[in-house]
């Protein structure tokens, strides 16, 4: 079935960095852009970046714009998610989401994965 | 860009019908057709109802419907039922920044 997997998170310290995985399977990831959402604790959804299905656009949340770096490996059907100079705002469930639409950014998205948790903690 | 406003909680009893909104300016809810709205229960991922203000993916009820009108977009949930209790969020597309989610809403069925 459609199915996004998230893994990567723990407990860090608080200034160092961690990359988050979300592996995909059963359907064509290559063809889909794909979305990073953080939630924080009892907080709403926040949208942090997408890349287009061939990584050629990118585009970044004003609040993670520079320490966050999205990318994608479509031969390994695995989408990335960079976190640099970790604060304690950046705790939350982060999920990764497909866009609705194939090859086009639809501005909505169909298929969440289960979430991977990031505590930043001293 | 600020986050969408929507009510902290909306109630209704099973059978009736409920509509949570959604408030935003011309720069997203106002100015594109591409509001959905996202149903959370507690410990789960966000799931689509509704995009393009709208439209309802492969699956969803009917009992679920999506209008706007100016800067405010609508989710109305007909023929409440219990498990349709959770959170609500209504996003949009902005001329700033591609994506914005509202603040969210509880409902809950008396």
């Known amino acids: ?122 | 860009q600020s986050a969408l406003t929507q009510p902290a909680s909306v109630s209704g009893s099973p059978g009736q019908s409920i509509t949570i909104s959604c408030t935003g300016t011309s720069s997203d809810v106002g100015g594109y057709d591409y509001v959905s709205w996202y149903q959370q229960h507690p410990g789960k991922a966000p799931k689509l109802m509704i995009y393009d203000v709208s439209n309802r993916p492969s699956g969803v009820s009917n009992r679920f419907s999506g209008s706007k009108s100016g800067n405010t977009a609508s989710l109305t949930i007909s023929g409440l039922q219990a498990e349709d209790e959770a959170d609500y969020y209504c996003s949009s597309y902005t001329s700033t920044i591609p994506y914005v989610f509202g603040t969210g809403t509880k409902v809950t069925v008396l």
């Not at chain 1, 953080?38 to 320490?67: C, L, M, N, T």
């Open chain 1, 1 to 122: 079935q459609v199915q996004l997997v998230e893994s990567g998170g723990g407990v860090v310290q608080p200034g160092t960095s961690l990359r988050l995985s979300c592996a995909a399977s059963g359907f064509t990831f290559s063809t889909y852009a794909t979305h990073w959402v953080r939630q924080a604790p009892g907080k709403g959804p926040e949208w942090v970046a997408v890349i287009s299905y061939d990584g050629s656009h990118i585009f970044y949340a004003d609040s993670v714009k520079g320490r966050f770096t999205i990318s994608r490996d479509n031969s390994k059907n695995t989408l990335y998610l960079q976190i640099d100079s970790l604060r304690g705002e950046d705790t939350a469930v982060y999920y990764c989401a497909r866009d609705q639409l194939e090859w086009l950014l639809s501005y909505s998205m169909d298929v969440w994965g289960q979430g991977t948790t990031v505590t930043v903690s001293s």
